[in-house]
Structures are given as structure tokens and as C-alpha cells.
């Protein structure tokens, strides 16, 4: 997929949802983002090694409820309402993917499931209310691996290969 593809992807509503990228292309995303209206929250994989901080994160950066079970299902839950963040488009850059649940590694495939699971959600939700207009949203994430770091996203990357059969 050529880089200006991954762009319009990443913003879209279509599958998949779930984008890989190196980091010399992020500001390829940052720029097209801006020129839409989406809103981009940005995570930072370094401060996402466990399942707890992966939680943690994603509480402060999208502004989750307190009420927020510290669970997989409050996390997708939490993620697939945002009544509080109202937006036409939303896109989850996370920076340092490699090190996203890198010591909790058993938990990479749940936390990919939801995200993949929360993007197709909003993609396909028409009822979503009245003052949000009833209609699809976009709601993707973007993995940006820190290219010098030498340690490939080999469980990222296949599961990307299996979103595209």
C-alpha cells in the first residue's frame, strides 16, 4: 500500500483500521490530519509496556470517565462512546509501538482485537444520536514504529496481513 493510500485510510471509514507505519512517514499523517477534521490524540508506546499504563494513557489522553474499569471491556466500552469527546473523525497515533505491552506481550492480540473492534464499530454505527448527526464515524489507529530501533513490530505486522484477507 503506497504511503498516500495509508493517508486516506488512516481517516477513512473502511477497513482496516488499524494502520502500521515507520516514523519518518508520522508527519505524513500529522499534515494530512490537519487538513481534515479529525481529531488526533497521540499515545506514546514508551509509556505503554504494561496493561496498566496502557490504560492509564488512554483514561488521560481521551479523557475516559472515572468510572473506567481498568478492563478490556470498559477499555472498549470507553472507546466506543466518547460522548464527551465529540468528533467527525477520530485518529490514534501511537508513537513507539514496539514498546506498546512489550513486558505483557500476552495482551497485544486483545488490545489489537479492540482497537480493530472500536474502529469497525464506529465505522458501521448509525445510531449514534442526534447530535451526532446518526452517522458513521471514523475511528482509526496508527502504529508508528521507531525506525532506528531496530526491533521489527513482527506481531503488529502479521496481524495487519491478517486484517487485509
Known sequence: MTISRII????????????????SQVELIREAASKADVLVIELDGSRMRTLDR??????????????FGW????????????????ARKYLTIITHADEVLSTELSELGT???????VGKTWSTTVGLGYKRGHGEIPFNT??????????????LASYASELRR
Do not use: M
Open 8 to 23: 486516506e485510510s488512516a481517516t477513512s471509514l473502511g477497513a482496516p483500521w488499524v494502520h502500521q507505519l515507520i516514523e
Open 54 to 67: 496502557l490504560f492509564a494513557e488512554y483514561k488521560e489522553q481521551f479523557s475516559f470517565p472515572e468510572y
Open 71 to 86: 478492563n478490556w471491556n470498559a477499555f472498549k466500552e470507553c472507546l466506543g462512546d466518547l460522548e464527551w469527546l465529540p
Open 111 to 117: 488490545f489489537r482485537r479492540v482497537v480493530q473492534s
Open 142 to 155: 496508527v502504529f508508528i514504529q521507531d525506525y532506528d530501533s531496530g526491533r521489527p513490530l513482527d506481531s
